[in-house]
């Protein structure tokens, strides 16, 4: 096995399993998830409980994906996607200076935070997703095949 081959099978892994364990609370809980993204302020309020149903699973599915080798270029492909879309909502949000629980890993709030350690948190959050992306944007760089040219039978 090459080097970059191993890289793939080791991005894939990892990064799936962060998928699959991000998702797992979130799909135990919609309801505490509905409120964690009404506090976003970014959704309109029709959507909410759609989000909250169904974007763990998508969460979960690329992560199984990733994990299991199916599809991982288009799982690569999700988890970017879905990388960039968490990266905006959370910038979006401390740059606004709008202090929130991410609802990354956990939907269960612990003790109250002040405004000052969520947006710490959220800055933490913001660079790992970071990190998270990198990873799958080097998945992606690694699982991308060139097509092959299209040649013609000689006399077609």
């Not at 799982?75 to 910038?91: E, K, Q, R, S, Y």
């Not at 959050?125 to 760089?141: F, K, M, V």
Request: proline share 5%; net charge positive; glycine share 10%.
């Amino acid at each position: 096995m090459n080097a970059k081959k191993l890289l793939a099978i080791l991005i894939s892994l990892g990064l799936g399993a962060i998928f699959i364990y991000a998702s797992w609370e979130k799909i135990g809980d919609p309801p505490d998830f509905a409120h964690l993204i009404y506090n976003y302020k970014l959704t309109p309020g029709s959507l909410i409980n759609l989000l909250a149903i169904y974007l763990p699973w998508v969460e979960l599915l690329a992560g199984l994906a990733l994990v299991a080798g199916l599809g991982r270029r288009g799982a690569a492909a999700l988890t970017t996607a879905l990388l960039v879309l968490f990266i905006a909502a959370l910038g979006f949000n401390y740059l606004r200076g709008h202090a929130i629980e991410c609802g990354c890993f956990s939907v269960v709030l612990g003790p109250p935070k002040t405004a000052e350690q969520l947006l710490g948190e959220m800055r933490v959050r913001i660079l790992e997703d970071l990190g998270l992306l990198a990873a799958a944007a080097i998945l992606l760089a690694l699982d991308w095949k060139r097509r092959p040219a299209v040649t013609t039978r000689p006399g077609s």
